[in-house]
């Protein structure tokens, strides 16, 4: 069937603009109400009372049927975000410009209700606008169902879930390409990487997330169109970027972005100074946090990835006369901002990735009377743990790494004899520094 639509649709600029679904009936397919949030089911139900076309879409059932948990429920509809508003009231607030939606808030969790889209090329300039290049600036044209799935971006994310009789509607083959473990765009590649090409990434992001393979045309097209990535937003990059390393698969997210040339989009500078076995690290114990339940910082993230670059710069720095702290600080503010740039960092994030790099130096060579207190110092713990990792990953930091480590299970007394048993480096390294000067006068 998608075949036919595809080939009445070529002649007409390569964009299909409405698809027909294979409905599933409920004793079909595996989707119940018990695998879907509580909250999300009320508000199709509420949607359904009020008279409109109420449907789960995206990963909410994807997920359910590969038998995974979803990370959110999306729900697509026919009412306008001014009617889900007025279904809802307070509990609903309507967000975004570029793409405006309505977020339905149940306690703590939130819905994200969408209205059914046509495709943009239908709208005026107040709903809809694309730049030269194709570029999707506003897409808020409403339309029915049959265009909304055409929008979508794979096969296997077009799959709605109808709560009016619990029925699948399947408007890309979305089914068979889940069952073949295949990531495939709806319609021409290239032109859908064009209207947004944030796809590219989410391309990546499925793939390591489910270990599907990507479908040859929509794989061959990111190599070529990944330096569209440039005209998006550093905002959008950013989130899009969380996204990628916070699911708990992040390692095979960061090999298919090196393997598919999207790697540089994101982190302009961090191949000049590849870190492979530190960035692997890191991406293995975030995925290990993840897995556990535990909170992660992206800042632990960016730090590593990183890491190369800041080191280089604050070397030069200091071959060129600027001591050692400052140089640091200088270093880490150029890099941070290069690369705040093309992922706007939220100023919080970029202090947290500073201080973990600017405790490094006072990690790996300690004053004795100070140990105590850095170990209080709110930024310890992710310094700590970076400084094991690189320790892990081979760089020369005297074991340190592992000295933070035995001081912290110490009794006391042990504790004592440890920052004792530093007093030498340090004043070694005093002395020469303060040598210096003098010898050059
Ligand atoms: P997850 O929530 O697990 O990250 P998801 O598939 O639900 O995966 P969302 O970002 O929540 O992804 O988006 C919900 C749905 O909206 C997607 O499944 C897809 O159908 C559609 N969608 C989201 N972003 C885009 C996009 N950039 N282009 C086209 N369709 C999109
Ligand atoms: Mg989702």
Redesign the pocket.
């Given at each position: 069937m998608l075949k036919g639509w595809l080939d009445r649709w070529r002649g007409r600029g390569k964009t299909i603009s409405r698809l027909k679904p294979v409905i599933i009936p409920r004793d079909h397919h595996a989707v119940s109400r018990r695998d879907i949030s509580s909250v999300a089911v009320k508000t199709l139900y509420r949607l359904h009372d009020g008279g409109y076309q109420a449907f789960l879409?995206?990963?909410?059932v994807?997920?359910v049927l590969l038998g995974m948990q979803?990370?959110?429920f999306?729900i697509?509809t026919s009412a306008t975000p001014e009617q889900v508003k007025q279904l809802f009231g307070n509990q609903c607030q309507i967000i975004g410009r570029r793409f405006r939606l309505a977020h339905v808030r149940w306690g703590r969790e939130v819905i994200?209700v969408?209205t059914f889209r046509a495709h943009h090329s239908e709208g005026d300039a107040q709903s809809a606008k694309t730049n030269a290049e194709g570029l999707i600036l506003r897409d808020n044209v409403w339309g029915n169902i049959e265009e909304d799935a055409a929008?979508?971006?794979?096969t296997?994310?077009?799959i709605y879930y109808n709560i009016a009789d619990f029925s699948l509607w399947d408007f890309a083959h979305g089914m068979k390409d889940l069952n073949a473990r295949v990531l495939r765009l709806i319609g021409d590649p290239t032109t859908?990487y064009r209207?947004?090409p944030?796809?590219m990434l989410?391309a990546i992001?499925?793939a390591g997330?489910l270990g599907f393979t990507i479908e040859d045309k929509t794989a061959q097209a990111i190599s070529e169109l990944a330096y569209l990535l440039e005209d998006v937003s550093s905002h959008r990059l950013y989130d899009e970027c969380q996204?990628l390393f916070s699911?708990g698969y992040s390692l095979p997210v960061l090999d298919l972005l090196h393997e598919f040339g999207l790697f540089d989009a994101l982190f302009p500078e961090a191949d000049l100074f590849p870190n492979d076995t530190l960035w692997q690290l890191t991406a293995e114990s975030t995925d290990e946090r993840v897995a556990e339940g535990k909170g992660i910082n992206p800042a632990f993230f960016y730090a590593a990835m990183l890491w190369g670059v800041v080191q280089d710069r604050q070397q030069a720095l200091q071959n060129n006369g600027i001591p050692p702290v400052p140089a640091w600080q200088q270093a880490s503010q150029q890099v941070l901002a290069i690369q705040h740039a093309r992922t706007a960092i939220p100023r919080h994030i970029s202090q947290a990735i500073r201080d973990i790099w600017e405790m490094q130096p006072k990690l790996e060579q300690p004053r004795p009377r100070q140990v105590e207190a850095t170990v209080q110092s709110e930024r310890f713990r992710a310094a700590y743990d970076f400084l094991v990792l690189r320790e892990l990953a081979g760089e020369e930091t005297s074991g340190m790494g592992a000295w933070w480590t035995r001081w912290q299970d110490a009794d006391p007394g042990l504790r004592a004899e440890m920052a004792r048993a530093l007093d030498d480096k340090p004043a070694a390294a005093k002395k020469k520094r303060r040598r210096k000067p003098s010898s050059n006068a």
């Open positions: 879409i995206g990963g909410g994807r997920d979803p990370k959110d999306d697509a994200e969408a929008r979508r971006d794979f296997i994310n077009a859908r209207e947004d944030v796809r989410r992001r499925f997330k996204k699911a």
